[in-house]
């Protein structure tokens, strides 16, 4: 008598998910990293023993600095890493991010220009858009060049901006960034 078993992969359900591990020093960073890896190669051997919905040749991990980045696409099984990310040192903080997107939202304005009087000069739309990045994301950045200013934000998070409709989902807002020859989003590097 022969048994098969089956592993299905992540349902019409799943996200890209990405967990952000920062710790105290690059050395407990590095040791995570290592009992991730470990934990990955254990899971092709035996991945029956763990609670998950995708296989670890899926799985993405890197290390930025003080930084472990976990990436896999899944409908939240994530459990398992969670807690290894939690036991081998305590992280200085434990993001989650469904579909992470890091991104630079800029806008050009006349120079001279404040962020406070753009809110005043421009469209409903644009001033609401102002509004959210500058709580969300904080003061922009700015940049002056000949007879214009650049508001710089950078944005890391959930994703905000759908690529293929030109729009940025800012709270309630459905601001369409292809409508303002102003405004620009692209990808950080």
């Given amino acids: 008598m022969r048994f098969h078993v089956f592993k299905f992969r992540p349902s019409s359900h799943s996200e890209d998910y990405t967990l952000i591990a920062t710790y105290a020093n690059e050395e407990d960073a590095m040791s995570v990293a290592k009992k991730l890896f470990e934990m990955l190669e254990d899971m092709e051997r035996n991945i029956d023993s763990y609670d998950t919905d995708w296989s670890p040749d899926d799985a993405h991990v890197s290390i930025d600095g003080r930084r472990v980045i976990f990436n896999v696409y899944t409908a939240g099984y994530l459990s398992d890493v ?60 700015i940049v002056d060049e000949k007879n214009m200013r650049i508001f710089r934000w950078d944005y890391c998070g959930d994703e905000i901006y759908d690529y293929d409709e030109g729009i940025l989902r800012l709270g309630d807002l459905q601001f369409e960034v292809h409508k303002y020859k102003n405004w620009s989003v692209n990808e950080r590097d």
């Fill in 82 to 141: 969670r807690a290894l990310l939690e036991k081998v040192a305590e992280p200085q903080s434990l993001e989650c991010y469904e579909n992470y997107q890091s991104l630079t939202i800029s806008m050009v304005v006349p120079k001279d220009l404040s962020v406070e009087a753009a809110m005043v000069v421009c469209q409903n739309e644009e001033a609401e858009a102002i509004r959210w990045l500058v709580k969300n994301c904080g003061q922009p950045k």
